[in-house]
């Protein structure tokens, strides 16, 4: 049995976060898969350094645009400069979000809460209303949104209570625009990253708190592995969907009680 395959060849993808660390991972794949590229994020010479290099390495077409994916007003300029450049949009792929310090919950401060939640669950809102509204005013019309979830978005570490918070809430909005979105040919779906080597994770190896109290190093892989998900997540014709994926490194201590 064959199956048909989606022609990316063209088509143009959106990466938030898209300058460092996964993002750029991500932007990388897609770029050498064919996808035209846009990545944003809010520091401007690192998007440009970005989007040099990937161009450099991949041969595709790499374009930063900067913004603040809190920020509403942000938020529709991204919008309305991709519309303005490309015409349309494919795929969003709502990756931007930063931790919260590993302290006891009654220490976080509410400016840090507030911070985590625009960052990371504000700029998903805002980012996938923006991405309907071009997606279903386009011709041909519809598109795939692929949100970075995080596996807190089923478990939390301690000391984590604003990270984990919105990452759980992340997974209701994936399922809830999912719905919304499937009478316009919109695909939502998720992807649950587990101890990819980042900045963020770089501390890992040094150990990082567990929820028996223990302080242990844990393992991680290549966000190159994260980056092939996303990669086959997008390439699936609109008409499939991964609602949610899984990829982590093996020997974390996440499944059971490790």
Not at 66 to 93: C, H, I, M, N, Q
Not at 126 to 133: D, G, H, S, V
């Amino acid at each position: 049995m064959t199956t048909q395959s989606f022609d990316v060849a063209g088509k143009i993808a959106l990466v938030t976060g898209g300058g460092s660390g996964l993002g750029k991972a991500m932007a990388r794949g897609l770029a050498t898969a064919g996808w035209r590229v846009v990545i944003t994020g809010r520091r401007t010479e690192v998007l440009d350094a970005s989007a040099a290099e990937l161009s450099g390495e991949t041969g595709g077409e790499v374009t930063p645009i900067s913004a603040d994916v809190g920020d509403p007003t942000s938020v529709k300029a991204l919008f309305d400069e991709v519309e303005k450049r490309f015409g349309r949009l494919d795929l969003l792929v709502n990756n931007a979000g930063i931790s919260n310090s590993p302290v006891p919950l009654e220490e976080i401060s509410f400016e840090e809460w507030s911070a985590v939640v625009a960052a990371n669950l504000t700029g998903v809102f805002l980012c996938t209303q923006q991405a309907f509204r071009l997606m279903k005013a386009q011709s041909p019309r519809g598109g795939r949104i692929i949100n970075n979830g995080s596996i807190s978005a089923t478990t939390p570490r301690p000391f984590s209570a604003p990270y984990t918070s919105t990452k759980h809430a992340v997974a209701g909005l994936t399922k809830s625009a999912s719905l919304d979105g499937r009478p316009f040919d919109i695909a939502v779906g998720q992807i649950d990253i587990g101890n990819a080597a980042s900045d963020m994770t770089a501390k890992m190896s040094g150990g990082v708190p567990q929820a028996n109290g223990e302080i242990a190093s844990e393992p991680t892989m290549d966000p190159a592995h994260v980056a092939n998900a996303v990669v086959h997540m997008a390439a699936l014709p609109l008409d499939a969907n991964i609602l949610t994926m899984t990829v982590m490194a093996t020997k974390m201590p996440f499944v059971g009680r490790g």
